[in-house]
């Protein structure tokens, strides 16, 4: 079967890769109908995250279960279903406090060795381990490119809003506008949020936080700073939410945040970074941080997507067949893109 391959910083490539088969007895096999272009495989692919040369990536998908193993139970051959970008056993300690994200035997798509040796999403077939936990039907009549998002993009979104505990009337922040930031605008909306204030440099990209009932704030043309303190009289946002992953981001999330006020470290952080702790700790301020907890999370953004409530179709801007993978990184890469959506 064809697949999407690392191979060197900045080249991917189509490969031809062994079909996948089932191993243990709760593993599902799916057919990938639509699969995203992630910011996280940008990572990858520009050798941030380093990978071993031919493993195939992506994690996010939507497909239809080919086969499934004795203790598969809650999918069936022939459903169509979406995944979260990883798997957990269900039964460790962390699993049974429901921290499925920080599982001891999680294992991410499509990233390699270093996470657990799962082959990625971005191909034909995917072998899915612990599918109870991992799968769930795509809801009837919703489209794949809208089930997509459900499995990281919405969830980690939906994560980054909820872990500020974020309350009707509160104003809030998002800082980076890709595609979880942009769903953070409408996940914070729908929480209730009296004002989001959408910040990026990118115009197309602070058009669509508009669309989306947002503020924009352009990060250089204004001063941000300026612009938070005239809208809120001196004050702070309630809640800011960092969905860049750059130190100069997570500093910026701690001014405009209020005194008591909730900073969320959504952005991928793989190094040391320096925060101003002194500015931290004589605001109080709590700062919510890690990977989104998807698979606690998936049920409830499903209900949102399949309401309406939340609406991704905006976000999708380009289709391409898996074969032109290699076009989709470079486009994305140029930051031309906000989610691309390759079909095997
Ligand atoms: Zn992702
Ligand atoms: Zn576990």
Same mark, same amino acid.
């Given at each position: 079967?064809?697949? #999407?391959?690392?191979?060197?910083?900045?080249?991917?490539? $189509?490969?031809?890769? !062994?079909?996948?088969?089932?191993?243990? !007895?709760?593993?599902?096999?799916?057919?990938?109908?639509?699969?995203? *272009?992630?910011?996280?495989?940008?990572?990858?692919?520009?050798?941030?995250?380093?990978?071993?040369?031919?493993?195939?990536? =992506?994690?996010?998908?939507?497909?239809?279960?080919?086969?499934?193993?004795?203790?598969?139970?809650?999918?069936?051959?022939?459903?169509?279903?979406? +995944?979260?970008?990883?798997?957990?056993?269900? &039964?460790?300690?962390?699993?049974?406090?429901?921290?499925?994200?920080?599982?001891?035997?999680?294992?991410?798509?499509?990233?390699?060795?270093?996470?657990?040796?799962?082959?990625?999403?971005?191909?034909?077939?995917?072998?899915?381990?612990?599918?109870?936990?991992?799968?769930?039907?795509?809801?009837?009549?919703?489209?794949? /490119?809208?089930?997509?998002?459900?499995?990281?993009?919405?969830?980690?979104?939906?994560? @980054?809003? &909820?872990?500020?505990? %974020?309350?009707?009337?509160?104003?809030? +922040?998002?800082?980076?506008?890709?595609?979880? =930031?942009?769903?953070?605008?409408?996940?914070?909306?729908?929480?209730? @949020?009296?004002?989001?204030?959408?910040?990026?440099?990118?115009?197309?990209?602070?058009?669509?936080?508009?669309?989306?009932?947002?503020?924009? *704030?352009?990060?250089?043309?204004?001063?941000?700073?300026?612009? $938070?303190?005239?809208?809120?009289?001196?004050?702070?946002?309630?809640?800011?939410?960092?969905?860049?992953?750059?130190?100069?981001?997570?500093?910026?999330?701690?001014?405009?945040?209020?005194?008591? +006020?909730? #900073?969320?470290?959504?952005?991928?952080?793989?190094?040391?970074?320096?925060?101003?702790?002194?500015?931290?700790?004589?605001?109080?301020?709590?700062? /919510?941080? =890690?990977?989104?907890?998807?698979?606690?999370?998936?049920?409830?953004?499903?209900? %949102?997507?399949?309401?309406? #409530?939340?609406?991704?179709?905006?976000?999708?801007?380009?289709?391409?067949?898996?074969?032109?993978?290699?076009?989709?990184?470079? $486009?994305?890469?140029?930051?031309?893109?906000?989610?691309?959506?390759?079909?095997?």
């Amino acid at each position: 079967m064809r697949a #999407v391959t690392f191979q060197a910083p900045g080249e991917v490539r $189509i490969e031809h890769k !062994p079909e996948p088969e089932l191993v243990a !007895p709760d593993d599902a096999i799916v057919a990938v109908e639509a699969t995203g *272009i992630c910011g996280s495989d940008l990572h990858i692919f520009h050798g941030r995250v380093p990978i071993e040369p031919g493993f195939t990536i =992506g994690h996010e998908y939507v497909g239809t279960v080919l086969a499934a193993g004795d203790q598969v139970t809650r999918v069936r051959e022939g459903d169509r279903v979406l +995944g979260c970008f990883l798997t957990a056993c269900g &039964t460790c300690f962390f699993c049974l406090r429901g921290a499925y994200h920080k599982c001891d035997f999680s294992r991410v798509f499509g990233h390699g060795s270093g996470l657990g040796s799962l082959e990625g999403a971005q191909a034909e077939r995917l072998l899915v381990p612990r599918a109870n936990l991992t799968l769930r039907p795509v809801p009837e009549g919703m489209g794949a /490119e809208t089930a997509l998002f459900a499995g990281d993009v919405a969830g980690t979104a939906y994560h @980054a809003v &909820t872990s500020t505990r %974020l309350a009707p009337g509160e104003l809030a +922040g998002v800082l980076g506008l890709g595609p979880v =930031g942009l769903m953070a605008v409408q996940v914070a909306k729908a929480s209730g @949020a009296a004002a989001v204030y959408a910040v990026d440099s990118v115009r197309e990209r602070l058009a669509v936080a508009e669309s989306f009932g947002a503020t924009a *704030i352009h990060l250089t043309e204004q001063d941000v700073r300026e612009e $938070i303190k005239r809208a809120t009289g001196g004050r702070g946002l309630d809640v800011v939410i960092d969905a860049v992953g750059h130190p100069s981001a997570l500093d910026t999330a701690i001014r405009l945040a209020r005194k008591a +006020g909730r #900073v969320s470290a959504t952005g991928v952080y793989a190094e040391r970074c320096e925060v101003h702790m002194g500015l931290v700790w004589i605001k109080s301020l709590t700062i /919510e941080s =890690g990977q989104a907890n998807v698979i606690a999370h998936v049920d409830p953004v499903l209900e %949102l997507l399949g309401a309406g #409530v939340l609406d991704p179709s905006p976000l999708v801007t380009h289709h391409m067949p898996l074969d032109e993978a290699a076009e989709g990184y470079a $486009i994305y890469d140029r930051r031309e893109a906000l989610k691309i959506v390759l079909t095997p």
